[in-house]
């Protein structure tokens, strides 16, 4: 396994996590017009530990990876309200989180490839 997609896997599961010990946060930048704030952050929190299990799994690891991508475009818009209406975060936070969403979604789909061989899985 890539040591990018093991991180990748940690990163999502520590994530999806803290959707449930810290949901305070999660729920702060929760646009006004997107209804059930608890129910949804409580379902990304879900679906992020589940990509991050998946991308352990070299079965799942692209499905996974899809599923992710899914979900970081689905929460854009919390992170686009959290960017332009927030303002207790600091500005570099709020609009760094916009372009970090596309590293992510990049890091996720590179998980998809498959493991260069080395010379010695050629033996």
């Known amino acids: 396994m890539k040591i990018g997609c093991f991180l990748a896997a940690i990163f999502y599961?520590?994530?999806?996590?803290?959707?449930?010990?810290?949901?305070?946060?999660?729920?702060?930048?929760?646009?006004?017009?997107?209804?059930?704030?608890?129910?949804?952050?409580?379902?990304?929190?879900?679906f992020e530990i589940l990509g991050g299990v998946g991308l352990l799994i070299p079965r799942t690891r692209r499905p996974a990876a899809w599923g992710l991508v899914a979900l970081l475009i689905a929460v854009f818009p919390a992170n686009l309200y959290m960017a332009t209406s927030i303002l207790s975060v600091p500005a570099a936070i709020r609009w760094g989180r916009l372009p970090v969403q596309l590293l992510l979604i990049w890091w996720v789909l590179w998980c998809t490839k498959p493991a260069a061989k080395t010379a010695r899985d050629s033996q």
């Not at 803290?18 to 949804?40: E, G, K, Q, T």
Request: charged residues 5%; proline residues 12%.
């Open 13 to 46: 599961i520590g994530a999806g996590s803290l959707h449930f010990l810290r949901p305070d946060f999660y729920l702060a930048i929760m646009p006004p017009y997107i209804p059930w704030h608890s129910a949804l952050v409580s379902i990304s929190g879900g």
